[in-house]
């Protein structure tokens, strides 16, 4: 079927600590992402119809690991993304549309791994 959205509807997962997500049906994700706020891990590889994050995504305190390899329709991130300071890897390899960082990734002091690459609109 097809999924579009995620919203908070759909999962009420307060203990959730890894959200592994591959649809090439997802368009955007609900607030419901600021919820989980034991996430760990974020695998949204190949949701190649997702267009951006929600602000609500400075929420997941605990996060490391922000995996958007693939996000072929991915165009922004938000400002928000540099309130992870838990994030020790994020990765952006194919987001083919994805063009600027937002200031704010300069926040993310604990990152450790960052990929880029195949992002061709960087310049």
Excluded: Y
Excluded at 34 to 56: K, N, V
Excluded at 73 to 101: H, I, Y
């Amino acid at each position: 079927g097809n999924v579009g959205a995620l919203h908070s509807s759909t999962l009420q997962l307060p203990s959730l600590r890894v959200l592994q997500f591959n649809s090439e049906n997802v368009t955007d994700l609900d607030d419901f992402i600021g919820s989980l706020h034991q996430l760990r891990i974020l695998d949204l590889r190949w949701c190649t119809s997702l267009q951006g994050l929600p602000a609500a995504i400075q929420n997941l305190r605990q996060l490391h690991t922000l995996i958007l390899t693939h996000c072929t329709e991915l165009n922004t991130l938000p400002q928000s993304l540099g309130q992870l300071v838990a994030m020790r890897e994020l990765d952006l390899g194919g987001c083919k549309q994805l063009s600027t960082l937002p200031e704010s990734i300069g926040q993310l002091t604990a990152l450790q791994q960052f990929a880029l690459s195949g992002c061709d609109q960087f310049r």
